[in-house]
Every structure is written in C-alpha cells, then in structure tokens.
C-alpha cells in the first residue's frame, strides 16, 4: 500500500528536501551508499571484494537535464574504472550505468549523446579489463536502452543487460538475450509503472520473474540473479542445476546493505555474489526506492527518525 506514494515522493523536490535534512537521514542511507565520493566507493568496494564478494558500482544520478552534467558523469566513470585498474580490484568489480544519467533523454539528440557517452565508459572499463552493465529505468526507456545496448555489443559484446520480470514484454526480451556471450542481470522493477505494461500484483511479479529465469538459465548467455527473495533464489539454483550450469556459469546479485547474512551464505555455498554498491552525491532517488521495495527499510528508516529525533 505505501509503495506508490513512495514511489512518487521520489520525484518530488519538496518531499526531497525534507528528507535531505532530517538529522537520522545521514546514517541510514548509509546502510544503502557507500558514500559520497570516490574514496569511499573504493574502500568499501576493497572490503566487499576480501570478504570473496564482487561488486558492480552504480555512481548515482539520473534523469540528467543539461549536457555538461551528462559529461561530468562520464568523468566520474572513467576516474572510478581507473581506479579499480589501479587498485586491482577490477578483476572483481564492475560498473553499472544508467543511461539517463549520460543523456539519454537531453533535447535534440539524446539517445545519440547517450550512446556516445556510454562508449566512452566501455572505453574505459575495456582498458582496465573490466565490464558494464546498463541499468534500466521505467518503462519508457526500455526500446531506447536495449537500442544503446545493441549498438555498445558490436564494439563490446560483454556488455551486461537489465530486465525487469514485472514488465508483461520481459520474457520476449529473455528469449531475444538469452544467447552466448549475452550478459542479463534479471531484476524484479523499482519503478511506479501502469497495469497497461506492468504486472502489479506480487504474485504475479514472482511467477514472471520464475518463468523469465527459466528462459535464461536454460539459454546460453550468463544470467544475473538479482533477488533478495530466499524462494525465489532457491529456485533459480534449481533451475541452474536442472540446465546443468557449472559454477561461474551464473551469478547471484544482491544490494548494498540488504541481507548480508545471506550474501555471505551464498558465497560459501560457491556460488558467486556480486553486490550492487551506489555512491555519489545524488542518492535521493535511489534511497527512496530502496524503502518502497521493502518495508522493513521503511520501518528502519521511521524508527531512526524517531529515536535520533
């Protein structure tokens, strides 16, 4: 019930001032962001990375509005990428990019700066030995990213793919990915999208995420399992076991600061457990969605507000 008016705070300047300010804002978005700045992505990229985690890093932003705020993203990809080259952390780390944060949606020729600034990025992560993945968004920009994306893998085959099983077009997009080389992180969606192209209820949502992930293990690409669901974890385990995937074939994905419990079970079991770790100044967007997902961060997030006062 509380998922949609979350949702929508998320777009509201007012509701995020408010929430900028509260004094228990910092400490518990925390929990989600490694931080602000550069520094702190890599610090806590080292600590997920010792404790035999990988990690994919998402610099925060998106719906970007002008073109320089476009290439300041792109700056902060390439000085990320150079320094998990340096710190030699980019054999286990990753980057994660969203392509309205590159100018996806700029007046004129958006699609063409953003498919540009991406390549930059791939640039960038190819020189290091490393990968991206494009984070999809709302519904809106699924045939524009999958378009980018088709365009980056002639040049950068390894380019990761998101798809989200509570769109109903998510298990035709399977079976057109789900080929060697294809990399699909499989995600459930975080955004407030219309019966007309969503499923709403949970049940619904599972049941197509299960059906899409059948699809992928069962092809020949490397599915990402990005789920916090222990069911639905369990079965994708089954469903790579009955497909026959050795491990290292698949992965499992988890955020920053959700069930670490089970994220190192995971990775004691041997299979492998990337985590995706947001930093940067602009984590408003993100926070707000991460406590539509759950209410049990909701639940954190009222209970800090009330005890720090």
């Known amino acids: 019930m509380l998922r949609s008016p979350i949702l929508a705070a998320a777009r509201s300047p007012r509701t995020r001032s408010l929430v900028e300010h509260l004094p228990p804002t910092r400490a518990i978005v925390d929990r989600f962001v490694a931080g602000d700045v550069l520094a702190d992505a890599i610090r806590v990229t080292h600590e997920l990375v010792e404790s035999g985690r990988k990690v994919t890093l998402d610099h925060l932003g998106e719906d970007t509005a002008d073109r320089s705020q476009a290439d300041a993203t792109v700056d902060a990809y390439e000085a990320l990428l150079g320094a998990l080259g340096e710190t030699g952390l980019a054999r286990s780390a990753e980057v994660s990019v969203k392509l309205s944060a590159v100018g996806q949606f700029l007046p004129g020729d958006g699609e063409r700066i953003a498919l540009d600034n991406a390549r930059r990025i791939c640039v960038a992560a190819a020189r ?182």
């Not at 019966?195 to 992928?216: H, N």
């Open 128 to 309: 290091v030995g490393t990968t991206v993945t494009l984070d999809m968004e709302d519904h809106t920009t699924t045939d524009s990213t999958l378009g980018i994306l088709r365009e980056l893998r002639a040049d950068f085959p390894w380019v990761g793919a998101v798809l989200q099983a509570y769109l109903r077009r998510t298990e035709q997009d399977c079976r057109d990915l789900a080929h060697e080389g294809s990399r699909v992180r499989l995600c459930k969606g975080a955004y407030q999208e219309p019966e007309s192209v969503a499923f709403q209820d949970k049940g619904e949502v599972d049941r197509s995420y299960v059906r899409c992930l059948r699809i992928l293990m069962g092809g020949a690409g490397y599915p990402m399992v990005a789920s916090h669901d222990p069911r639905l974890i369990a079965i994708a385990r089954h469903l790579a076991d009955l497909a026959g995937r050795a491990p290292g074939s698949f992965e499992f994905q988890m955020l920053y600061g959700i069930r670490p419990e089970e994220q190192a079970r995971i990775v004691e079991r041997g299979d492998l457990m990337r985590i995706y770790l947001p930093y940067g100044a602009e984590w408003y967007g993100y926070f707000m969605r991460r406590l539509a997902e759950r209410p049990a961060n909701l639940t954190f997030f009222l209970r800090a507000m009330a005890t720090k006062g």
